[in-house]
């Protein structure tokens, strides 16, 4: 144990004193955040450039509100009020004659379009009070006319007031009825659970989509991270220490079995190293930003341990590949095959995140090498999973660990002192299962 | 008493036989040589004694007991390609290895050796700032730093200049003088004959030649004759009772035929030019592994 110890503790201060750990520890967070953090940077970045649309209006009763609501907007809503400062563009309505031949109108209204002298052009049609008759369309043509903002502004004054067309028409005061069109949404609920301290019935916490869906994405992607750094580059480096004769020099001094637990046990050290950064660091933000009661407390001690487990079970995989590598072509080919086993669970978080209770999920999140990062994300989700599952989990892992750990050491044994030809998959299985 | 004992091993890997039921025996405090053309099993045999590798057969003891896992810790290896860590700082590096072997005192013993080696000054810097005559110093210091009572070393001397070879030889007779066994391999045979208290010497994986010089020279007596000329080697061509001759330029190293009477020689060649020198000598180590390996040594070497 005393050379295991010693060994790992060369690996771990060789890990984490490299400039490249340090700078993945930094780094990592904001690749996966990027996006995110760069939505919140250009969030305010607005183009604030006045919008000059053209409306074709056929009904003869819809562009007045358009006009009149964009002025009402551009009163209001442009400018900072404290400041000032222009926030919004003006959207600037003016109305055209409908042509007898639309397509050509609609042909030079684009053409103004594409020379910018003009940003959009709408075209209302004939009969949209009652759009079962033909030409009750609204069409909005711009240059990205998908993702523009005043495409979805102008049909809230339209229907606002085709809505009222529709009451007059059927002779109905519109004041009488103002509830009629307001809109109640269904709101997610948790379960209501007692109070084990009072006995009292909990109100039922509101479900939101950060809950649901954010934090078991952070937490998965944190798992795969921490494998990302503390197993996979034992591939490489146990490769790169049998190339450069260092494993024969160890090899004078220890086990093949210690040799691997050392580098294993040293890559626990650097993910754990890593992982407590990244907890206190991100629970500390967390709780500044004052979204402190989205931190799920319960599930670190399980993170944690999965991480444990994940790292030396991957960790005796990689070193085991490592060990019977002569080049790093073929750390590139083993890399592979062997990354699927973490990959895997990645691709399966959609269907994981719909039904996280369904039996395909509760399955996978049994099989030991998925159970890191399916169990972990089951558990993260509202409603959680039964307490016995993940104990089941973990007791999975730890076999599949021990087979992982004992399988490794006897592909290590041979494979760290095999020259020449590159063994295949099928013959490191056999050095495994026969030593 | 043995300090190693090697009885019958064999080791094959797949059908290739490199050890071939081996029976060797170390006296404590000896320096011995192994010497035999490359592939020929001193590498595995090395190994073995180091429990890096198993024998298929046949027992090793090492300290007068079989060798198990702790053995090692008395025993300092140096294989024939270096291995060290290219980012570590030597001293660290130096400490690392010590304490592998569970050595006491490690410090003081990395700066004792760092000084008698002259690496002192680089004992902060990184191994891949060191050339590799230092390397290779760093890489002895590496194998001794532990205080074993056994040394091995696998081509201790390839590639080092005459300045560093000088070095490591003194360091290997100085622990020699403290008591520390040393058992090496080597291709150079002036380094054999002149350190070595005992050569063995191993061929296909089979023992052809083991003991100290004199005894292995005795076996072909003494059947060269070291000549000098006026004419050179043309004044020793077509003699009979001669099977080989060995020029240097200078001189000439001619075998001699059993039973072969050398007055006869000198003679043939008095008649043909005048002889400055004449000695009858017992053939050189170097002389005997060509005579056992010659062929497949060329062989191993070309392929």
Known sequence: MRKILRLTKREFIASVKTKGFIIALLLAPLFM??????????????????????????????????????????????????????????????????????????????????????????????????????????????????????????????????????????????????????????????????????????????????????????????????IQIGAMPLLNSVMEEKTQRIAEVLLGSITPFEFMMGKVLGGVGVSLTAAAVYVIGGVFTINRMGYGEYVPYYILPWFFAYMLLAITMFGALFTALGSACNDPRDAQSFAMPAMLLVLIPMFLITPILRQPQGSFSILSSFFPPFTPFIMLIRQSMPGGVPIWQPWIGVLGMIVFTVLFVWGGGRIFRIGILSQGETPKLGNILRWAVRG | MDIVEINNVTKTFGKYVAVDDLLLTVPRGCVYGFIGPNGSGKTTTMRMIMNIIYPDSGTIRVFGEQLKKSSTDRIGYMPEERGLYKKMKIRELLQFYGELKGGKNVNSSVDLWLKKLDLSGWANNKVESLSKGMSQKVQFIATVVSNPELIILDEPFSGLDPVNADTIKDAVLELQAQGTTVIFSTHDMNVAEKMCDFIFMIFKGKKVLDGTLASIQDIYGSDIIRIRTDDGSRACLDLKGVEKINDFGNIQELRMTPNCDPQEILSAIMSKTRVRSFDIVKPSLHDIFIRIAGTEAKETTHA
Not at chain 1, 83 to 89: A, D, E, V, Y
Not at chain 1, 191 to 211: H, I, P
């Open chain 1, 33 to 226: 955040g990027g996006s995110f953090i760069v939505m919140a940077i250009t969030k305010d970045k607005v183009d604030t450039k006045d919008k000059k649309v053209v409306i074709v209006d056929r009904s003869g009763a819809l562009a007045n509100v358009l006009i009149e609501s964009a002025n009402q907007r551009n009163s209001k809503e442009i400018y900072d009020q404290k400041t000032g400062k222009k926030i919004k563009p003006a959207y600037l309505f003016e109305t055209v004659t409908p042509s007898k031949k639309p397509e050509a109108q609609r042909l030079e209204l684009s053409d103004r379009v594409r020379n910018d002298s003009l940003y959009a052009f709408v075209e209302i049609g004939q009969n949209m009070v009652h759009p079962e008759k033909n030409d009750s369309r609204i069409t909005y043509y711009a240059k990205n006319a998908a993702m523009d903002d005043i495409r979805r502004w102008i049909e809230w004054p339209i229907n606002d007031r085709l809505r009222t067309l529709r009451l007059k028409d059927a002779g109905i005061d519109a004041s009488a009825v103002k509830d009629l069109f307001v809109w109640v949404s269904a709101e997610g609920m948790g379960l209501v659970s007692v109070d084990t301290g009072t006995g009292a019935v909990k109100e039922a916490k509101r479900a939101n989509e950060a809950e649901a869906v954010l934090v078991p994405i952070i937490m998965l992607m944190l798992m795969f991270m921490m």
